[in-house]
């Protein structure tokens, strides 16, 4: 079974940095293209960067320039980094799958963004 396990996030500045990290097992990991996702309070979830298993990247344009998603498939771990946050920015962070069929979501890992 898919198992998908967020870390990294926290309390951080406007302007600061976070690194997340995202831990999969029980899949041939390589193979699929994987993003980063978030879902604000009250609002849905969304994909916001995601990367393909020739490690194509793209980003949704509001963190466009700021964020950097990357990957390690010896490790089966997908990364953000997140730079110049914004209050905006804070929301639940998730990884999966970019695909109509996901794999069971992760407990995500809050990100909260204020001075």
């Known amino acids: 079974q898919v198992r998908l396990v967020e870390a990294g996030g926290g309390l951080v500045q406007p302007g600061g940095s976070l690194r997340l990290s995202c831990a999969a097992s029980g899949t041939i990991f390589s193979i699929y293209t994987m993003g980063w996702y978030r879902q604000a309070p009250g609002k849905q979830r969304e994909l916001i960067a995601s990367i393909t298993s020739g490690r194509i990247a793209n980003y949704t344009d509001s963190v466009k320039g700021r964020f950097t998603i990357s990957r390690d498939n010896a490790k089966r771990t997908v990364y953000l980094q997140m730079n110049s946050l914004k209050p905006g920015d804070t929301a639940v962070y998730y990884c999966?799958?970019?695909?109509?069929?996901?794999?069971?979501w992760g407990q995500g890992t809050q990100v909260t963004v204020s001075s």
């Open positions: 999966n799958r970019v695909s109509p069929v996901t794999f069971p």
